[in-house]
């Protein structure tokens, strides 16, 4: 166990207890979560309202949203950023 917790702590040079995803290092936190970026882009280009429901989203909540592709792959939608839109939990 002691060798386990040694090798976590040697790669990220900092004690567990520490690591923390909504730390105020910026890079840790997009490491963590690699969409907050792609989420903020896109909610600002959709006027900050939920892609299905036209409801207001606070950037405050934008962990609370995901991303969901407007034309579903299985329906020819293309593999891509702009077929991709920020929607609330409940139009999940």
Known sequence: MYKMFK????????????????DSNADLYNTLNPNQDIKS???????????KCQNYI???????????????LQQGGQNDVN????VCPNCL
């Open 7 to 22: 090798n976590i702590h040697d790669t990220s040079r900092q004690p567990l207890y520490t690591f923390n995803a909504k």
């Open 41 to 51: 882009m896109l909610c600002q280009k959709q006027g900050n309202r939920c892609a």
């Open 58 to 72: 606070m950037m405050k909540d934008i962990d609370y949203y995901k991303l969901k592709y407007l034309v579903p």
């Open 83 to 86: 077929n991709l839109g920020v």
